[in-house]
Nanobody, 128 residues
Framework: VQLQASGGGLVRAGGSLTLSCTVS????????IAWFRQAPGKEREGVSC????????YYARSAKGRFTISRDSAKNTVYLEMSSVEPEDTAIYYC??????????????????????WGKGTQVTVSS
């Protein structure tokens, strides 16, 4: 499985940004996908997760009410819509998948247990 995150950039506090994660090499609908982030000097943090079907979504407390995760099977892409961003959202954002049909899905979210496939991240910087 290959995951490619994109859409990061510089945004002002209070603004919006949408990240995309394109998945290839596998049957997209078999994989749960999550977004994690890591800021300099901080622990890796789970942000949001969407089940393989798209029916179930999960959010970290810091993301709830501000971020929306969604998936588009026609485009093999998962999105993270970020609104009302804060300087604390500054981090490298990674999209991650589980192991597909044998995977745990989002059951361990926000832990990364079972999320074995990591793509390269995309930098999000929020200016105050």
């Amino acid at each position: 499985v290959q995951l490619q995150a994109s859409g990061g950039g510089l945004v002002r506090a209070g603004g919006s940004l949408t990240l995309s994660c394109t998945v290839s090499g596998v049957t997209f609908d078999e994989y749960a996908i999550a977004w994690f982030r890591q800021a300099p000097g901080k622990e890796r943090e789970g942000v949001s997760c969407v089940s393989h079907s798209g029916v179930s979504t999960y959010y970290a407390r810091s993301a709830k009410g501000r971020f929306t995760i969604s998936r588009d099977s026609a485009k093999n892409t998962v999105y993270l819509e970020m609104s009302s961003v804060e300087p604390e959202d500054t981090a490298i954002y990674y999209c991650v998948s589980d192991a597909g049909v044998l995977g745990r899905g989002c059951s361990k979210f926000p832990e990364h247990v079972g999320m074995n496939n990591w793509g390269k991240g995309t930098q999000v910087t929020v200016s105050s």
